[in-house]
């Protein structure tokens, strides 16, 4: 089946420093790709959409200059979070639509990457 | 707009109880799709279901079982004679293709098994 290779899986960093993430579609071409967000005991919430080739879509209220997504390839999105801070200490997950066309609905999660801003 | 409701935080049952954990959704569009998706501690989401706004029939899988209803906008999910490992948290999706795709999830409810 559909695999996606994200690393790290956890990282810890210091205050100011930017850290880089990276997902990877193993087996499958990932034209879309999406990011999200979970503090712990809460719900994953979605930071933005990466489309290859494109600018990402950012949601409502994402610092689109903090949290840079690049999606080069169909196979490779990352997501880098710049000049870090504690309480962007986190648990960062990506998805790929393991599919094609626009009627299909199927996505492949990376395992997560647990960041932690010292 | 879209929106997932998860109104059950954390439901703790016994060993071999049966456990019903609800969805609720909201959306406008005419076609979509709802998951269920677990999450273990190691925080990796498993793919439970996919079902689309077409197929209101229930599902069986084992000691799963999943009730789509379209009159009450909701999505509810079974699990049978629970078990230790099901102890995760359990998430609730919907994603549409009016919305871009976007996969939307709901609170989650955190399920506790014990011996």
């Known amino acids: 089946g559909a695999v996606v290779s994200q690393h790290p899986s956890w990282v810890i960093c210091k205050s100011g420093t930017s850290v880089k993430i990276e997902c990877r579609s193993l087996d499958f071409q990932a034209t879309t790709m999406f990011w999200y967000r979970q503090f712990p005991k809460q719900s994953l919430m979605l930071m933005a959409t990466?489309?290859?080739?494109?600018?990402?879509?950012?949601e409502q209220g994402v610092e689109k200059d903090k949290f840079l997504i690049n999606h080069a390839s169909l196979t490779l999105s990352t997501l880098t979070v710049t000049s870090a801070h504690p309480e962007d200490s986190s648990f960062y997950i990506c998805?790929?639509?393991?599919?094609?066309?626009?009627?299909?609905?199927?996505?492949?999660f990376g395992s997560g990457t647990r960041l932690t801003v010292v | 707009a879209q929106k997932v409701t998860q109104a059950q935080t954390e439901i703790s049952v016994v060993e071999k109880e049966d456990v019903t954990l609800d969805c609720v959704y909201e959306?406008?569009?005419?076609?979509?799709?709802l998951f269920w998706y677990k999450q273990p501690p190691s925080g990796e989401l498993v793919f439970l279901i996919r079902r689309n706004s077409f197929d209101e029939q229930n599902e069986i899988s084992g000691r799963y079982s999943w009730n789509f209803q379209k009159s009450t906008s909701s999505f509810n999910f079974t699990i049978t004679a629970s078990q230790v490992v099901d102890s995760a948290v359990y998430f609730c999706a919907l994603s549409s293709y009016n919305q871009g795709g976007k996969l939307i999830f709901g609170q989650g409810t955190e399920l506790s098994v014990k011996p």
């Open positions: 998805s790929a639509r393991d599919g094609q066309g626009a009627q299909y609905y199927g996505y492949t």
């Open positions: 990466s489309n290859e080739g494109s600018k990402a879509t950012y």
């Open positions: 959306t406008r569009d005419t076609t979509y799709y």
